[in-house]
Nanobody
C-alpha cells in the first residue's frame, strides 16, 4: 500500500492551499484517513481525520479554517486549508488506517508535503 500526497507549497498568510492524498495497492477498505503535521523542532500532531462514514475531527488550532473530505470509491482524502497562518507552516503527512482481512488495521503514512506560510 502506498499513500501519495500532493498540493503543498508556499503561500502568504490568509491564503489557501489544498492537499490531496491517494492510497493505492492492495486495499480491503480504509477505516480512517487523515492529516498530521510536523513543524521543525516539534512533535507530529493531528490536524484532521475523517472516518469512512464522513465524521470529522479537527485540531482546535485549525477548526473553522481547514476542511477534510474523502472519496471512499477513489481512496482519496483532501484537506482544504483556508485563512492560513505562519504557524501552519509544517510538513504535512497523510495517514490511512487500512482494514486487514484478519481484523484490525494497519496504519500507513504518505511521504509528507511541505506547507510554508509567509507573514
Amino acid at each position: 500500500v502506498q499513500l501519495q500526497a500532493s498540493g503543498g507549497g508556499l503561500v502568504q498568510a490568509g491564503g489557501s492551499l489544498r492537499l490531496s492524498c491517494a492510497a493505492s495497492g492492495s486495499i480491503v477498505s480504509i477505516n480512517v484517513m487523515g492529516w498530521y503535521r510536523q513543524a521543525p523542532g516539534k512533535q507530529r500532531e493531528l490536524v484532521a481525520f475523517i472516518t469512512r462514514g464522513g465524521a470529522t475531527v479537527y485540531a482546535d488550532s485549525v477548526k473553522g479554517r481547514f476542511t477534510a473530505s474523502r472519496d471512499n470509491a477513489e481512496n482519496t482524502v483532501d484537506l482544504q486549508m483556508n485563512s492560513l497562518k505562519p504557524e501552519d507552516t509544517a510538513v504535512y503527512y497523510c495517514n490511512a488506517r487500512i482494514d486487514r482481512r484478519i481484523g484490525g488495521y494497519t496504519s500507513y503514512w504518505g511521504q509528507g508535503t511541505q506547507v510554508t506560510v509567509s507573514s
